[in-house]
């Protein structure tokens, strides 16, 4: 039998309730909806970081932050590190990578990672551009200006559709699949919507009426007790976007949303055009969210709030096409181990995800209790580094220079109730950060591969009394 072909379809800082599956009745996502409908959805999935280069390059290795050393955006992914694309050769697939890597590599070597075929980002998107002759800059910045936007780069794209970002790189993953259908192929695309620059082309520019879009909910007490360096941050970050602003970029975004939907579609429809649709498994997720409003602002960082934490995940598995909802806890760190156990390839121990296969298929309803993070932020005079658990209902979030916080997810989904100055809680906070702080000790460092490092005590039978050679 033809081992399943899979399809993973990625955006980038996509709030994980921007989608009509999950209960969004303003936004358009008529395929991606669809793909819940004949899949799983994971209602409770979040990211290991709320920054795309560490959070990425844990998803493609299936590894901790704290064990890859790439913590924040400014770091590289060390060489040492095997990504999803070299587990997929070694095991006679053809693999090819299309759209953002960002994962803390450089572009011109994409092929060491294991992609046979690639359209990297910039590199090759802004070749794209000039053999069309299509002389804007990319990304737009500053040219992209609307006359009720202060600072943000938002508005309609210079670049027209047909050349945007996301319809080439659909177009280079539809051309890899038609080339690669008679084989198992592993097929990465990597959108850059819904991230910035906020400037979708027609016709998603002007798809969505601000004024009828509605903004997060706020709460008065919303940055009590919270981290100081947050509490700065999100204070100079009011100072830059105010109602009317916060709703033309909604309208910006769920335009950028749609066109990868769209795109979706054509994938789909590619995959049902050469007869494979029915062995290939599409997964659709994101790297982190954004606030998107949240707190007054938008973009991403200085905390672990859910609304940057959660990511939207729906797997879509031919053997299992039946609409269900999930709520148990996977973050992104089970990519990798779920698409291997698919792909019959036996994942390393240095690998930390735990494959979500058996819940696809109805063995278990969960495969983890916990879900961890672990991020750094830094500015010249600001530094902040968190550690994050979430265990059942309760999220346990703790700083290097604060107290803690700790919420009731179920009753206090917005995350305005910090309950770690609550005696009633000491008991359960006390236990939250032991447990955090195993998290911390078990995925740090490792970087070699476990399983197969020639340790002294292996090579000299050290616990074997009649077979220990002395070293």
């Known amino acids: 039998m033809k081992k399943k072909n899979i399809v993973i379809i990625h955006t980038d800082e996509h709030v994980s309730s921007f989608l009509g599956c999950m209960g969004n009745r303003q936004i358009k996502t008529p395929n991606i909806d669809q793909l819940a409908a004949n899949g799983m959805r994971f209602d409770n999935a979040y990211t290991c970081n709320g920054v795309c280069v560490p959070s990425r390059s844990s998803m493609l290795t299936g590894r901790y932050p704290t064990a890859t050393g790439v913590t924040c955006n400014e770091q590289l992914l060390p060489a040492a590190e095997k990504i999803m694309g070299e587990y997929f050769i070694e095991a006679g697939y053809r693999t090819g990578y299309f759209g953002k890597t960002h994962y803390g590599r450089d572009d011109e070597k994409i ?4 992609w046979q075929e690639s359209f990297a980002w910039q590199l090759d998107y802004r070749k794209y551009l000039n053999e069309h002759e299509i002389d804007i800059r990319y990304p737009e910045c500053s040219e992209i200006k609307m006359p009720e936007i202060r600072y943000w780069n938002i508005g309609p794209s210079n670049i027209p559709y047909e050349h945007f970002f996301e319809k080439v790189i659909a177009d280079r993953a539809i051309e890899f699949i038609g080339n690669n259908s008679a084989e198992p192929f592993l097929c990465f695309v990597g959108n850059v919507a819904p991230h910035s620059p906020f400037t979708p082309p027609e016709p998603y520019a002007s798809m969505y009426n601000p004024d009828e879009l509605e903004l997060a909910p706020r709460a008065d007490n919303e940055l009590e007790n919270k981290p100081p360096e947050f509490i700065r941050w999100i204070e100079q970050n009011r100072k830059y976007a105010n ?18 939907d769209d795109q979706v579609g054509r994938i789909v429809a590619a995959l049902k055009e050469h007869d494979i649709y029915d062995n290939t498994v599409i997964i659709f997720t994101s790297d982190h969210g954004d606030f998107s409003s949240a707190y007054g602002i938008i973009g991403k960082s200085w905390c672990m709030d859910d609304c940057l934490m959660r990511v939207p995940l729906i797997l879509s598995h031919p053997d299992y096409r039946t609409a269900t ?7 992104n760190t089970d ?10 390839i036996a994942p390393p121990e240095r690998i930390h995800g735990v494959s ?3 819940v696809i298929s109805g063995a278990t309803d969960a495969v983890r209790e916990q879900v ?5 932020f830094h500015t010249q005079e600001n530094h902040l580094h968190q550690g994050m658990l979430r265990q059942s209902k309760w999220k346990l979030v703790q700083s290097n220079n604060f107290k803690g916080e700790l919420y009731d997810i179920d009753a206090d989904p917005y995350e305005t109730t910090n309950l770690i100055d609550d005696p009633e809680h000491s008991e359960l906070i006390a236990e939250l950060r032991e447990a955090l702080l195993r ?8 970087f070699y591969d476990i399983g197969n490092a020639g340790y002294w005590e292996d090579k000299v039978n050290f616990y074997d009394e009649n077979l220990f050679s002395g070293g």
Do not use: H, W
């Not at 092929?111 to 294991?114: A, E, K, P, S």
């Not at 998290?439 to 490792?446: A, N």
């Open 356 to 358: 979500l296969l058996p």
């Open 372 to 376: 961890f993070g672990f991020n750094e």
């Open 243 to 260: 109602e009317t602003e916060l709703k033309i970029y909604m309208a910006m975004i769920y335009g950028l949303i749609t066109m990868v």
């Open 111 to 114: 092929l060491d990672d294991g």
């Open 439 to 446: 998290c911390q000790i078990r995925y740090s460092g490792g």
């Open 335 to 344: 990519i990798l181990p779920t698409v291997m156990d698919i792909a019959g």
């Open 325 to 331: 909802v999930n709520n148990s806890l996977t973050d």
